[in-house]
């Protein structure tokens, strides 16, 4: 085989977006500390994250962020 097949991780869209939506509220007063960051880590742990499927969910949990510009979105599927 030519090509290495690459190995996809499955990431509950549903954890990645309550991430997202506990990145934007630790943003909200434009300083996201290292000590925020740790504190969703671990909640993203207990309710239900793998540990080797936390930073991959983090790092696409800071893009949904980056990319929104509102809550809207996300407070929808969290109430879901």
Known sequence: MFFKK??????NSNLVEICALLIHAAKIDEHFSEKEEN???????KIGTKNDHLD??????????DNSNQILSFTKQVKK
Do not use: P
């Open 56 to 65: 991959k969910l983090f790092n696409e949990a800071i893009k949904i962020e």
């Open 39 to 45: 504190i969703i880590k671990q909640t993203m742990l």
């Open 6 to 11: 690459k190995e996809e991780v499955n990431i």
